[in-house]
């Protein structure tokens, strides 16, 4: 893979950002949640959700070879929405988009956050992230979601 195979452009389509979104989580968190916290993601980042966001988020589409892969979003100092189809997962793309994306935030600020679900938390770590605190909110049929905040400073060398 090199930058020239890849493509990062703005969203503007919520629906074109949802479809990644949705069908990712359907395929990989039931894997790591109970139903009602899978239901939460999805609530989260619902079609309506996203455009309500559009104006307050840059948000990113990946593009590899021509083909729609994944999206990420970057609010102030924090990456949010940052899905990959499960298809291209395990092959250096999350990891490509989060350089694009911290790169971006490191131009304005000195920390990135990040609110890490279990599917993506070894990244964060491998990145050099650092957990902040341990979150938990009640869902549906009373399933809970558990999550890291985790930070990243500028400058801070990946873990090995």
Same mark, same amino acid.
């Given at each position: =893979? /090199?930058?020239?195979? =890849?493509?990062?452009? =703005?969203?503007?389509?919520?629906?074109?950002?949802?479809?990644?979104?949705?069908?990712?989580?359907?395929?990989? *968190?039931?894997? *790591? *949640?109970?139903?009602?916290?899978?239901?939460?993601?999805?609530? %989260?980042?619902?079609?309506?959700?996203?455009?309500?966001?559009?104006?307050?988020?840059?948000?990113? %589409?990946? =593009?590899?070879?021509?083909?729609?892969?994944?999206?990420? &979003?970057?609010?102030?100092?924090?990456?949010?929405?940052?899905?990959?189809?499960? $298809?291209?997962?395990?092959?250096?793309?999350?990891?490509?988009?989060?350089? %694009?994306?911290?790169?971006?935030?490191? $131009?304005?600020?000195?920390?990135?956050?990040?609110?890490? &679900?279990?599917?993506? $938390?070894?990244?964060?770590?491998?990145?050099?992230?650092?957990?902040?605190?341990? $979150?938990?909110?009640?869902?549906?049929?009373?399933?809970?979601?558990? *999550?890291? /905040?985790?930070?990243?400073?500028?400058?801070?060398?990946?873990?090995?």
């Amino acid at each position: =893979m /090199t930058d020239l195979d =890849m493509e990062l452009r =703005m969203a503007d389509d919520p629906a074109v950002v949802s479809e990644i979104v949705e069908r990712t989580i359907k395929t990989i *968190y039931p894997h *790591y *949640y109970p139903s009602g916290a899978v239901q939460f993601f999805l609530d %989260l980042h619902s079609k309506v959700r996203i455009e309500e966001v559009m104006s307050s988020e840059e948000i990113y %589409l990946l =593009m590899v070879q021509g083909k729609l892969i994944g999206t990420g &979003s970057i609010r102030k100092n924090e990456i949010c929405r940052l899905f990959i189809l499960p $298809e291209y997962q395990g092959k250096g793309y999350g990891s490509r988009l989060m350089d %694009l994306l911290e790169a971006r935030i490191f $131009e304005k600020y000195q920390r990135v956050h990040v609110d890490a &679900s279990f599917p993506a $938390e070894s990244m964060y770590l491998k990145r050099g992230y650092q957990i902040v605190s341990y $979150e938990k909110i009640e869902t549906e049929n009373g399933d809970f979601l558990c *999550y890291h /905040t985790m930070e990243k400073e500028r400058g801070r060398n990946l873990s090995v």
